[in-house]
Structure formats: structure tokens, C-alpha cells
């Protein structure tokens, strides 16, 4: 079976269990947020036509480094993953 292929969108959290893809909306654009502990959106993996007319992110839950990253984010404060060597952030928070 061919892979289905994926790429990486922005999800605008938008309510409920962090880990379940429901609770996110994609968005067409980066978000303005960016540092705060309330999660505010996710870069997260998007499977075209995985629901047809619903643009949620595909899989069942995120991934553990997804989770660990918004668990970092409540406590941080801080758009997630943090370091010096890294060159795309996944969480954005808000105030």
C-alpha cells in the first residue's frame, strides 16, 4: 500500500482535551501568538482527505514529543521546543 502523504499545517486550539485532534482548527496562516501558558496553536500533521470538509489534524492523538511540548509550554511559558540548535517550533502559547 502506498503512503499517504502528509505535511505539516497550523491548528488553532480551540477547546477541550490538548491531545485529541478535535480541539484544534487548521489555520492558512501562522499565528500571531507566539509566548504565554495557555496553549494557543500547534504545528501538527495534516493527512489531506483523511475527513473530507474537516480539516483537523490526521491521527488519532499526538505524537509523545507533540505532548511533551505542550506539557513544556504549561510550565514554561514558552513556545515549545526551546534550544539553541532548533529551527521550527511545534507550540505557541498565549496570555
Known sequence: ???????RRWFNYIGGSTSSPSSYIYSPAAPSCRNGSSLCAVYGIYIPDISPG????GGAT??????????????TGLAQPTGVLI????????S
Do not use: C, D, E, W
Open 54 to 57: 474537516i480539516n483537523i489534524p
Open 62 to 75: 499526538f505524537s509523545a514529543n507533540m505532548q511533551n511540548y505542550i506539557s513544556n509550554l504549561f510550565s
Open 1 to 7: 500500500m502506498p503512503a499517504v502523504p502528509h505535511y
Open 87 to 94: 529551527h521550527t517550533i511545534y507550540v505557541y502559547g498565549k
